[in-house]
């Protein structure tokens, strides 16, 4: 730092310290995301035409036609922020001679629901949501 005084002229290096610092105190301040425990998919079925929303746990698995959903996390920012809803799902097709097959290991999200989206021939899904509780009761209690 002594060196850019001897360097360049001091008021510039004085002016591009303060400028450095404003912008460093200007940025906004990052929330930690929310972890949640249960995630809201939207599916449709291409043939029937079908779209239906489904609430799945995370660590649980759900079968959607031929399709076996895995979540593992899901998270979202705090409300005064904006939004970035973002899933770690596992997606794995079974075969008619009920062979498991993984088609999709990733990240979703749910403002770009074309990014890493399940291609599927049949089925299309993506992520809509994550919240803190369903009317779906919870794996363990069914």
Not at 45 to 70: H, S
Request: hydrophobic fraction near 45%.
């Amino acid at each position: 730092m002594l060196e850019l005084f001897k360097r360049f002229n001091r008021p510039i290096v004085a002016a591009i310290l303060v400028c450095a610092s404003m912008l460093a105190w200007s940025l906004p301040a990052r929330a930690d995301t929310i972890a949640n425990p249960v995630v809201v998919f939207a599916g449709l079925d291409k043939i029937t035409g079908r779209i239906i929303n489904f609430d799945v746990y995370i660590d649980e698995t759900v079968q959607f036609g031929a399709l076996q959903m895995t979540p593992r996390a899901c998270y979202t920012r705090p409300a005064n922020e904006t939004q970035r809803t973002t899933v770690f799902v596992e997606v794995d097709q079974v075969s008619l001679k009920q062979t498991v097959t993984r088609i999709f290991t990733g990240w979703m999200f749910a403002d770009s629901p074309a990014l890493n989206a399940i291609d599927h021939a049949v089925y299309d899904i993506w992520l809509v949501d994550c919240k803190q509780a369903s009317d779906v009761p919870p794996p363990s209690s069914r």
